[in-house]
């Protein structure tokens, strides 16, 4: 078992990072806030070049259900490579594939699993969004598509204009046409100035009036994209009578619901999957990241009413990562065997309830959220007036000054959100009680450390 330590940084980080500067490209994103240089990995824990050991509660965006190297899933890797079978495959079918559709779709509901179709997608979740578009689409003969305030998708070209991320798109020209944003559930930052329950009801009522006003504007869509909770945008749940109710009306309306599950997927937020604290059924699933387990792979299922497209109208070269397959297959096998979804809904209230102790103390913590082991802490400057909705001005800076001074102190967080002032908790599953509390202690530190230094 790893110990945490929090030594201070000597130059074996430096000089890697200095190389990575020089000779990579400048979209790089996460070695800027966090500048370390991994050497090893297990767990929950990862351990620098200068042997510094830090907790892991990004876990690679939520893509390490199970933590680093988990042994189910250097098995099953081993295993496949053992045997000889084939590492890469386009599209063709293989014995692990077929084992690996049939625990997905045995793991999804039987409403839903009995008549979907599944298609495999290029590495990422992005491509998988770009293929459910293409999809319904195709399906509907229609063009414009619905997405949220706040939501993320991904960065390729699509997957980008149906996010609401303005600091990518700001200089892209000819982003996907036909594109229009609805109002997320956002209750600490109201779009309608109200609050609490009221933000869903209005967003609700808002949705179900574009959709049946014949003078909105928007020509009727080919999908509503939706994420259950959004992720980049701050780790913000959409609760499950607004996932039923946005259920109902697009049912009604006779427009597809396409839930982006990519970081979600695979027990994170207490559920299997994040709809089903609704209990509803989508038209389509978005799946990635958990499901590849810890390897690239990308999955769209959907219900077979809409599989009318035409051969290789989605293809990509890495359609049949093998290798991502046994891991996944692995992974999934391990979190229903283990209960790990319900462990995740157990440790995600005991996280946040030593969050929201925390924030009755300090006033930068304006909201702590989230569901299962999926959180986020916005941070704000209770210093300033809230602005004419009601919305305390958000505290990049600080957010910031936190996020440094959790990793000098060996944690590993994310910041998101608006103005990227949001702390985000992703931990693996497989975390304990006792580093629950010690990363709940260590992130104490960091916010009193860094209002300290920063009102000096």
């Keep these: 078992m790893y110990q945490v330590t929090a030594t201070a940084e000597v130059s074996a980080n430096r000089s890697y990072l200095q190389s990575q500067q020089e000779r990579e490209s400048s979209a790089r994103s996460y070695p800027r806030r966090i500048p370390i240089v991994i050497a090893e990995a297990e767990g929950i824990y990862v351990k620098d070049m200068d042997g510094k050991i830090y907790y892991d509660c990004l876990s690679g965006a939520g893509t390490l259900a199970l933590g680093h190297n988990h042994p189910v899933v250097i098995e099953a890797m ?33 409403s ?36 949220f305030h706040g939501s993320y998708h991904g960065s390729t070209h699509a997957a980008m204009s149906l996010s609401g991320t303005l600091g990518q798109k700001e200089r892209v020209n000819g982003l996907m046409p036909d594109v229009h944003y609805l109002p997320y559930p956002y209750a600490f930052r109201c ?25 909105s504007g928007i020509v009727k869509p080919a999908a509503i994209i939706v994420e259950p909770v959004q992720g980049e945008g701050g780790s913000i749940p959409a609760s499950p009578n607004w996932l039923r109710e946005l259920r109902r009306v697009t049912k009604e309306q006779d427009i597809p619901l396409i ?41 769209v299922v959907y219900h077979e009413r809409y599989d009318v497209w035409n051969p290789g109208a989605h293809i990509g070269t890495f359609r049949g990562n093998q290798l991502a397959m046994a ?3 692995a992974t999934l096998r391990y979190i229903k065997e283990q209960e790990l979804p319900e ?44 602005d004419r909705l009601g ?61 300290e230094e920063l009102s000096c």
């Design 259 to 299: 839930l982006d599950e990519v970081q979600t997927g695979l027990g994170r937020t207490g559920k299997l999957f994040a709809f089903e604290h609704a209990g509803i059924e989508p038209d389509a699933i978005i799946l990635s990241k958990a499901i590849g387990g810890s390897l690239p792979l990308s999955v």
């Design 327 to 329: 891991a996944g297959l």
């Design 391 to 451: 919305h305390i001005p958000a505290a990049p800076r600080l957010a910031a000054k936190i996020q440094r001074e959790c990793l000098s102190r060996g944690l590993i967080l994310e910041v998101g959100g608006r103005h990227s002032s949001v702390m985000r908790f992703l931990p693996p599953l497989i975390i304990t009680e006792e580093q629950v509390d010690e990363i709940a202690g260590r992130f104490v530190q960091a916010v009193q450390a860094a209002r």
């Design 343 to 386: 462990r995740a809904r157990l440790l995600g209230e005991r996280l946040q309830n030593r969050l929201a102790a925390l924030a009755e103390r300090e006033g930068c913590i304006g909201d702590v959220r989230g569901l299962g082991l999926m959180i986020g802490v916005e941070i704000v400057d209770e210093r300033e007036q809230p």
């Design 78 to 110: 081993r295993g496949l490579l053992d045997q000889k079978a084939p590492l890469h495959t386009l599209d063709l079918t293989t014995p692990l594939k077929e084992l690996f559709v049939d625990e997905l779709f045995t793991s999804l509901p039987s």
């Design 112 to 147: 839903f699993a009995s008549r979907a179709r599944i298609q495999f997608c290029g590495p990422t979740g992005g491509d998988a969004v770009e293929a459910s578009i293409k999809l319904m689409k195709t399906a509907t003969g229609r063009r414009s598509v619905l997405a």
């Design 191 to 215: 779009p309608f100035g109200v609050g609490g329950k009221e933000t869903e009801r209005l967003s609700l009522n808002y949705i179900e009036n574009a959709l049946r006003d014949p003078e």
